[in-house]
């Protein structure tokens, strides 16, 4: 077992973390890059199943891009989040903010804006394409710019998919618009009317049996109005003739009697006329086919729509309100493209000008940064900004590669693809010093003082200070020059516990500082002389 547990408090401004060759330096960096969401090598699973537990303790106050993903993902946080991953020991492992189960993308998403890793190994910080545009727009500082191409762009978006939801309903509904048309047509040709129908099956009953209704009332009416024998008609004139007569000479009750016999002879006139007017009525030859067509129409038009046939005019209305509602979609879809290809023209205008503003930025920091590599001993060394487009996003349209080249007669290359983990981190410390505006993440590096010493290993140290100022910076080094500079030292050991080797770190006070720093100068067997030039090399530094 090598780690059984280690805390440590690295501490603001520049920590240095110092120790022998092989005392376990490397594991807490791949302990760090672990709780930055990377994969998991097998010689941190844990045995003899236990398991391997990662945290760490993050200020993030003022970190605004921390803090509004963290409310995106409804994660409450304070001044402080816990950030901790969980290995088990078949490798898989769970990440956890705040006790909050995460993906471990989610996990990779905040630490890449807490925690920046600089060493050949490490797939994090400058060797990460996708981080050199962030690094171009912090030094640039157009955060105006940048902000309102952010909005333009999720205002575009919400329009696109508001678009995207109009067009497909749209396409779903005119596909049926066809449909809807004919069958307006249809019902608009038949003009249905509420109880018409019953009115057309009552007429047609009467058209079926209009001989034997004809016949009927021709009967009804020769027993009205026929001469011999008498009819109803004639035989009750005839008898009022009589009553008339001696009416005077009857009582009050058979007087009215009589009156009464004399209305209903003058209903039974109006009765005869009425039936006289109806069958003299002309009834057109096609009328029963017209309204049996009818009648079948409404019929068959009901069973299209499943509805009774009095709600025939509804359904009417109903596909009349949707062929409007088609229309009326394609007139918003319209209305909603005009207004995304206004914002698209917009979002197009603000990347013009913001890539021009990047590229005279980025004129400028490369100067900047040629001016720092001579002091970091990559005097041959050339840095430049390169533009490439992308395709469009919240950023703009730049994609933005940083290239380099450290001989003079080769081409300029990808920052990756310098082979020595030294140069690397002195590359990425002229960058980060220059550039770097961002204070709310702390820098590491590994290797910095790879292959330099003296008046190098100085300027290293410097910077490093310098760029501790306003953040924290973690530095593993090798260097006394660069320890000497730290303001706080923390000292890495190896020990032999139970048959074991385990590691522990340790933050040194002045005296240990002292006396750390003399190793570093002097190796295994420190010299009084070497603590001389140490305390001297400290004090030379303050």
Request: glycine residues 4%; charged residues 30%; aromatic residues 4%.
């Amino acid at each position: 077992m090598l780690i059984e547990k280690i805390e440590i408090n690295v501490g603001s401004g520049l920590c240095v973390l110092t120790g022998e060759t092989g005392a376990g330096k490397s594991m807490i960096l791949e302990s760090l890059d672990l709780l930055s969401g990377r994969r998991i090598k097998p010689n941190v699973r844990p045995k003899n199943e236990k398991k391997t537990i990662i945290s760490a303790i993050i200020d993030i106050e003022g970190n605004e891009k921390v803090q509004k993903y963290l409310h995106s993902l409804e994660i409450d946080f304070e001044k402080e989040i816990i950030l901790k991953r969980v290995i088990d020991h078949d490798g898989k492992s769970k990440a956890f903010v705040n006790d909050n189960v995460v993906a471990l993308n989610t996990l990779r998403e905040i630490s890449s804006h807490v925690i920046e890793i600089h060493s050949q190994f490490s797939e994090q910080g400058l060797l990460d394409n996708a981080t050199h545009l962030k690094t171009l727009d912090g030094f640039g500082e157009y955060k105006e710019q940048l902000n309102e191409i952010s909005e333009v762009w999720n205002q575009m978006k919400i329009i696109e998919n508001e678009y995207s939801k109009k067009k497909a309903l749209l396409e779903q509904t005119t596909n049926n618009l066809e449909i809807y048309n004919h069958d307006y047509e249809e019902l608009k040709s038949l003009d249905p009317k509420p109880k018409e129908f019953f009115d057309l099956e009552k007429k047609k009953k009467v058209l079926n049996n209009l001989r034997k209704i004809s016949e009927s009332l021709n009967e009804v009416l020769d027993n009205f109005n026929r001469e011999n024998p008498p009819g109803i008609e004639i035989l009750v004139s005839s008898n009022l003739n009589i009553l008339n007569k001696i009416k005077d000479l009857l009582d009050n009750e058979t007087s009215k009697n009589i009156e009464k016999l004399d209305s209903i002879s003058l209903d039974l006139s109006e009765i005869s006329n009425s039936l006289e007017h109806y069958l003299s009525k002309e009834i057109e030859s096609d009328s029963l086919e017209t309204i049996d067509d009818r009648v079948s129409t409404y019929k068959r038009l009901s069973q299209k729509h499943s509805v009774d046939v009095e709600n025939l005019v509804d359904v009417m209305d109903i596909i009349k309100k949707k062929i409007s509602s088609i229309e009326d979609n394609q007139i918003s879809l319209n209305e909603v493209q005009e207004q995304l290809k206004e914002q698209e023209t917009r979002y197009d205008n603000i990347c013009k000008k913001l890539s021009d503003m990047r590229k005279g930025k980025a004129k400028i920091m490369d100067e900047k940064i040629n001016h720092e590599l001579p002091s970091l001993k990559l005097e041959n060394a050339e840095f430049k900004t390169i533009f490439e487009t992308s395709e469009k996003n919240e950023s703009g349209i730049d994609k933005v590669v940083f290239k380099i080249k450290t001989n003079p007669k080769s081409d300029l290359g990808d920052i990756k693809s310098i082979s020595s983990g030294g140069e690397l981190c002195r590359i990425a410390l002229a960058i980060k010093v220059t550039a770097e505006k961002n204070t709310s993440s702390t820098i590491v590096f590994d290797e910095v003082d790879s292959g330099i010493g003296g008046a190098v290993s100085t300027a290293v140290g410097e910077r490093l200070r310098r760029l501790g100022v306003n953040r924290q910076v973690f530095v593993v080094t090798h260097s006394p020059q660069v320890a000497s500079l730290g303001k706080n030292h923390l000292l890495v050991n190896k020990n032999f516990e139970k048959n074991e080797i385990c590691i522990q770190v340790k933050k040194l006070n002045d005296e240990e500082k002292i006396y750390e720093i003399a190793r570093m100068i002097s190796g295994k067997n420190v010299t009084d002389e070497a603590i001389k030039a140490a305390t001297k090399l400290i004090e030379s530094s303050q």
